[in-house]
């Protein structure tokens, strides 16, 4: 089951095995979250890495709206029915590893080669005189999506930004969709990735995307 994530408060040692993690409710989480909206300290609230039956999860007991569903979705992991159903039910998806997460410290691990070297993408930045990032991102946000790209480096972010003066067609639109992989093959950043070493408490890295 794919970890989920309300809101991180760090009091105290991190977490290194199962039995250090009490299993509360998610229910019951969103219900003290709904208590921040009520009391004025935030306007609004979300989730992420939550699949449709954990939404549904939620929305049965909700009285404040999802405001954003965060999680994977790009040209190599699209997660279609996912977008779809966020949409549908007015809640926002922030997508996050846009570019592959190509600095990611797992990447080797990932199945999938680079996003940004997909000869299709690059096929296309051609064509649009932009780089792979402009044109991943941009299919980002024609999806619609909210993209997060990450960079460290001043220029790369600055670079990110210029987007909004050139627009995909139609079919170049279906070219990037036609890159979906089935399953988890495209998955950078799934959330059984191992994080500083560990995948869901299992203590086994050895697995990427397919535990």
């Known amino acids: 089951m794919a970890s989920h994530h309300l809101c991180l408060l760090i009091l105290s040692q991190e977490a290194t095995s199962a039995d250090q993690v009490e299993k509360i409710p998610i229910e019951d989480t969103w219900a003290a979250m709904e208590k921040l909206v009520d009391e004025g300290l935030v306007k609004n ?5 939550f699949e449709i ?4 999860k939620i929305q049965a007991v909700a009285t404040k709206p999802i405001a954003v569903n ?4 790009q040209p190599y992991y699209q ?13 926002v998806v922030i997508a996050h590893t846009s570019l592959g997460s190509p600095s990611n410290v797992m990447s080797s691990h990932a199945e999938s080669p680079p996003l ?3 000869p299709v993408i690059g096929e296309i930045a051609a ?3 932009k ?3 402009h044109v991943l991102l941009r299919w980002g946000i024609q999806r619609p999506t909210v993209v997060i790209p990450k960079s460290v480096t001043a220029s790369r972010i600055a670079s990110n930004a210029d987007i909004f003066d050139f627009e995909l067609s139609a079919d170049q639109m279906a070219a990037i969709e036609a890159l979906d992989k089935p399953g988890l093959t495209g998955c950078f950043n799934h959330p059984k990735t191992p994080w500083l070493g560990r995948g869901e408490f299992t203590g086994d890295t050895s697995d990427y995307c397919n535990n």
């Open 45 to 49: 609230i979300g989730v992420s890495n």
């Open 53 to 56: 039956e954990d939404i549904k």
């Open 70 to 73: 965060q999680f994977e979705s």
């Open 79 to 91: 997660r279609r029915e996912l977008v779809k159903y966020c949409h549908d039910n007015g809640i």
């Open 116 to 118: 940004m070297q997909d």
């Open 127 to 129: 064509e649009m005189n």
């Open 131 to 133: 780089s792979p990032a």
